[in-house]
């Protein structure tokens, strides 16, 4: 930096220049992000509100101890109610409000969790009786499924609910210290009821599988556990994590509840003890499918706060080479540097548009549930499992990179990306453990195959039936004609390689995903090592870029977006189908699917990859210069990131100064610590250098 340079007034001169490079119009991507100019402007102004409000305020919490976390979080959650009852908020400005707040709060696991399953699975009665007061918080709930000795095996739960016909009532119970619910969210000191899965045991000891039960937790005069439950919080999560939510424990000790308790708007028993079958043996995952399903938006959102402060530092951040100017040269413009930011930039886009799909997939499939049509739930069911799996997956990944990319200052908790890492990287377990999870994709996969081709697999298809292909299923129709093969590539420069046409990528993936469960279905008897992992990464993501390829067209057809934002938005969705097929070019290779035109041609390399790695960093070259413009868009307010390196004016070096003063042990001078032990290590080692000299003398 020549001397004449303040390297801290730099920054923001860097930012500036960096948004007048930008080709998009912030404001038209902001609101294509945001689903129209409504909910953006309703998102602002929420967070104006919420941001003044000294509750809300950010600076103590990174010294709070772990109980002050948690009575933080609660009193955030009471100041949300209090302003949706003073200000009229709707159900989605509270919401919304609620989703502004970085902090995992207790009150999160009532609305994604308690709530739905509620909604969703009890009888009229019970929804009578109990839903509005569950709306309006009258009381607070939670879903407790996990044990302390099982958790994605559903199947083996402990707990029972045995039906006493006598009473008309049910008995819950935890046999054993294994069937302990365990990690349940706002169990530990918040939640008056609580959605239990439990083993129902019929008279006569018969046992069938996990159900629903809607139970009574505490006194709603005192707070007190009621009799026959003992429960507390399982303490403090790796890297101080979900610090605001009291994960809890609970066990029931024969504890009764009303007939009427169990959800049964599908499966019922009857007063005398029958057991009546729902509709679908897979209907009670409805609430586990709007859980997957919100995951994959928060994954988007999660990695989309990682991108920003990330490539807002890398821009503003000056190392290494100097240039003409005299300057060190900016580090995203640094190929190792922006080869892995804007990819992430990239991912986070696209899961939040899938992400909002998927919602609305969801509501599609409770309106036909609501009127009996179980037809929409085995589609649901492989595609949440295999999106929440690849979204959790990369945004654990990449939250961590982008960690990473901000060098030292990256670790630093007034960077604001660890706390985002400590709260995603349990969303790879929960919900279903990501590596069990891979086999009901699989198991997904293989039904979707052997109902197309029988189970030898040698069955053709008619051509009706391929037109009834699911979107989770359609690369199979690739398999349903010994014509079909994979396409040639072009493997040029610019508009004439393959490398750069989305089709052909997105036709690379599915290939891929065909070929993957045919052999999943020849060798399912002896499998390699990681062939349920790739079977389950390679189909999602066929689906994925098959839907990649809608939000191209949807954003084509927006009148909204000008040109020059449909251009760079184009580049960076292509990105996300170049980048994902770059990290499983294993699978490429072993199948035969790079097949280049004119193989005689005398090419400068061997490597059949290198096309497609240059065309990823020529397309990055180009998407630098949109970096902080497609962040911009994302909407992020300073207080939303509560980051000193991802500061909007780009003076992150005085905002980390001025952060670093805030730290309690810079109160006094000299801590309190020196009396203690600082002093009597130096003096014992004054001491001994003392004795050494004068044995030396002696």
């Known amino acids: 930096m020549p001397a004449d340079r303040d390297a801290s007034a730099q920054t923001s001169l860097d930012m500036i220049k960096a948004r007048k490079e930008t080709s998009i119009d912030i404001v038209n991507v902001r609101q294509f992000i945001y689903n129209g100019r409504e909910e953006w402007r309703r998102k602002e102004k929420l967070v104006e509100i919420v941001s003044k409000d000294p509750v809300f305020d950010k600076s103590k919490r990174e010294w709070m101890t772990r109980t002050e976390k948690y009575t933080r979080g609660l009193r955030m959650t009471n100041r949300i109610h209090e302003l949706e009852q003073l200000l009229g908020w709707s159900k989605q400005d509270t919401t919304i409000a609620t989703s502004l707040l970085d902090d995992s709060l207790p009150i999160s696991l009532h609305v994604t969790a308690f709530e739905p399953v509620f909604l969703l699975q009890a009888s009229q009665e019970l929804l009578d009786k109990y839903a509005g007061v569950i709306a309006s918080r009258g009381i607070f709930g939670c879903y407790l499924q996990t044990e302390l000795g099982h958790g994605s095996n559903v199947a083996a739960l402990e707990t029972t609910a045995s039906y006493i016909p006598q009473t008309k009532e049910f008995e819950i119970h935890s046999p054993t210290l294994t069937s302990s619910k365990w990690w349940i969210g706002a169990l530990g000191k918040t939640a008056t009821h609580g959605v239990v899965q439990a083993k129902l045991i019929l008279p006569g000891g018969v046992d069938m599988g996990p159900h629903l039960f809607f139970v009574q937790l505490r006194s709603l005069d005192t707070h007190e556990l009621l009799p026959g439950i003992i429960a507390g919080d399982i303490g403090p999560k790796s890297f101080h994590g979900f610090a605001a939510t009291d994960n809890g424990f609970a066990r029931f000790f024969h504890i009764r509840i009303p007939k009427e308790h169990m959800l049964s708007k599908f499966a019922q028993v009857t007063d005398d003890g029958k057991y009546i079958q729902p509709p679908h043996t897979k209907i009670s995952y409805g609430g586990m499918l709007y859980i ?29 080479t100097r240039g003409p100017d005299g300057l060190e040269k900016q580090v995203i413009t640094y190929p190792s540097l922006h080869i892995r930011l804007l990819p992430i930039l990239a991912r986070a886009y696209v899961f939040i548009g899938l992400g909002r799909a998927l919602s609305q997939s969801f509501q599609t499939m409770v309106q036909r549930l609501s009127g009996g049509d179980t037809s929409l739930l085995a589609e649901m069911h492989a595609t949440t499992s295999g999106l929440k799996i ?41 919900e279903g453990e990501n590596f069990v999870l891979d086999q009901q994709v699989v198991r997904a996969a293989l039904k979707a195959f052997h109902s197309l081709f029988g189970t030898e697999g040698k069955i053709r298809p008619s051509p009706s039936t391929v037109r009834g292909l699911t979107a989770s299923s359609y690369y199979l129709r690739l398999l349903s004609s010994p014509t079909k093969e994979p396409p040639f590539l072009e493997d040029g420069d610019g508009s004439k390689s393959s490398w750069n046409d989305f089709e052909t990528l997105i036709l690379l993936l599915e290939w891929r995903a065909a070929l993957l469960v045919h052999e999943m279905a020849q060798t399912a008897h002896d499998p390699d090592a990681t062939l349920f992992q790739r079977v389950s990464r390679g189909t999602t993501e066929a689906f994925v870029g098959r839907r990649v390829g809608e939000m191209i067209n949807d954003f084509r ?24 097929i770059e990290s499983a070019l294993a699978d490429f290779l072993s199948f035969g699917l790079l097949r280049i035109k004119n193989p005689s041609r005398v090419r400068a390399s061997r490597d059949p990859t290198r096309g497609l790695r240059l065309a990823i960093a020529r397309n990055c070259l180009s998407l630098v210069p949109e970096a902080v413009g497609l962040t911009d868009a994302l909407g992020f307010s300073d207080w939303e990131l509560d980051s000193t390196l991802g500061m909007y004016d780009g003076n992150v070096y005085q905002a980390l100064w001025d952060k670093a003063q805030t730290e309690p042990l810079n109160d006094k001078e000299i801590p309190d610590a020196y009396e203690e032990s600082i002093k009597p290590m130096l003096t014992r080692g004054q001491q001994k250098l003392t004795e050494r000299k004068w044995e030396t003398k002696l």
């Open 557 to 580: 057809k927006n009148s909204e977006l000008q040109e020059s934002d449909v251009a760079v938005l184009s580049r960076l969705y292509l990105l996300y189908l170049q980048t994902t």
């Open 292 to 320: 997957r399903s919100g995951m994959v938006t928060t994954a988007g959102w999660v990695t989309a706060k990682a991108a920003v402060i990330a490539i807002r530092y890398a821009t503003v951040r000056r190392q290494g």
């Open 390 to 430: 690849l979204c959790t997956t990369s945004s654990v990944q990449d939250v961590e990179n982008a960690r990473r990319s901000m060098g030292g200052h990256g670790y630093s908790a007034f960077s604001g990306v660890g706390r985002l890492y400590a709260d995603v990287i349990p969303s790879v377990t929960y």
